[in-house]
């Protein structure tokens, strides 16, 4: 089975970005799917993807956010989106766990669970922390290049794209059946 691993904030909904800086929405009231993930969602499972979203959402370890709250979100995305698994790492960056990005628990474990083949599979992201973590699985890497101030890459991601309907379309065309 073939996947593509979605980083949640800045690739499948708007973040919020303050001083150049990306953050996470702080309730289901602003929290926005961006209108290229409906398109582009429905290519990559139509053309055989396995969807499976990844994301660090630290606030609910550092007690500014609730579980509750992001999995509201969750469920708007699991209602407009043909989102087969999501996957949350809730500790902080100081946490000492194998989930949180750029480390690859997340994906690892999905794809036990649901037979991955990682070789075959893509991970899109907007932070250095996913690209990292798709090349620690061997997955093909897609960084969505908003320019967030001081976000640099530690390693070359196989493509640079705008969005995650940019980031569909390249996947289909360069995909490993």
């Known amino acids: ?25 702080e309730s289901t009231k602003t929290f926005r799917v961006v209108p290229q993930a409906f398109e582009a969602c429905r290519k990559l499972k139509e053309a055989g993807f396995t969807l499976v979203v990844v994301t660090n959402q630290p606030d609910v370890g550092r007690g500014t956010q609730t579980f509750e709250e ?18 949350v790492c809730t500790h902080g960056h100081d946490g000492e766990c194998e989930c949180r990005k750029p480390k690859p628990g997340m994906l690892f474990d999905s794809a036990k669970e649901l037979t991955i083949d990682l070789s075959k599979s893509y991970m899109v992201g907007d932070r250095w922390k996913d690209i990292d973590c798709g090349h620690a699985c061997g997955c093909t890497t897609l960084f969505i290049d908003y320019e ?8 070359q991601p196989d493509a640079i794209v705008r969005d995650i309907g940019e980031a569909a379309d390249w996947i289909i065309r360069h995909s490993i059946a």
């Open 148 to 155: 967030y101030t001081g976000e640099r890459l530690r390693q």
């Open 70 to 87: 992001v999995d509201a979100m969750h469920e708007i995305l699991r209602a407009t989106l043909p989102i087969d698994v999501i996957k």
């Open 1 to 25: 089975m073939r996947a593509v691993f979605l980083d949640r904030d800045g690739v499948l909904n708007e973040c919020r970005v303050i001083d150049g800086k990306p953050f996470p929405p």
